[in-house]
């Protein structure tokens, strides 16, 4: 049973640094993209970032490029997202995520983070 564990979230001030972790259990991920998501209260959710297991390639959010960073630690089986120049309107729960890349849809979701950024 794959397992989505994200931890890291808390509380900063604008322009503040934060690294979310999601550590994945359950099944080999090669062929799997890791993605992060995140949802602001009244908002629907959103996609962040993306990570190919396997050849590391990235995408990430209009909104986040240039701040945000995604990285992976194989030998974890840890993705991270690095968090730089936080903005009060990237305050939300973050979410992890996992999808064979040959599906289209994210199947696996861990429980969420919540990240507060105050002004």
């Known amino acids: 049973q794959v397992q989505l564990v994200e931890s890291g979230g808390g509380l900063v001030q604008a322009g503040g640094s934060l690294r979310l972790s999601c550590a994945a259990s359950?099944?080999?991920?090669?062929?799997?993209?890791m993605g992060w998501f995140r949802q602001a209260p009244g908002k629907e959710r959103e996609f962040v970032a993306r990570?190919?297991?396997?050849?590391?390639?990235?995408n990430l959010a209009d909104s986040v490029k240039g701040r945000f960073g995604i990285s992976r630690d194989n030998a974890k089986n840890t993705v991270f997202l690095q968090m730089n120049s936080l903005k009060p309107e990237d305050t939300a729960v973050y979410y992890c995520?996992?999808?064979?890349?040959?599906?289209?849809?994210?199947?696996?979701w861990g429980q969420g983070t919540q990240v507060t950024v105050s002004s």
């Open positions: 995520a996992a999808r064979q890349l040959k599906e289209p849809s994210y199947s696996y």
């Open positions: 359950g099944r080999t991920f090669s062929s799997y993209a």
């Open positions: 990570i190919s297991w396997s050849t590391g390639s990235t």
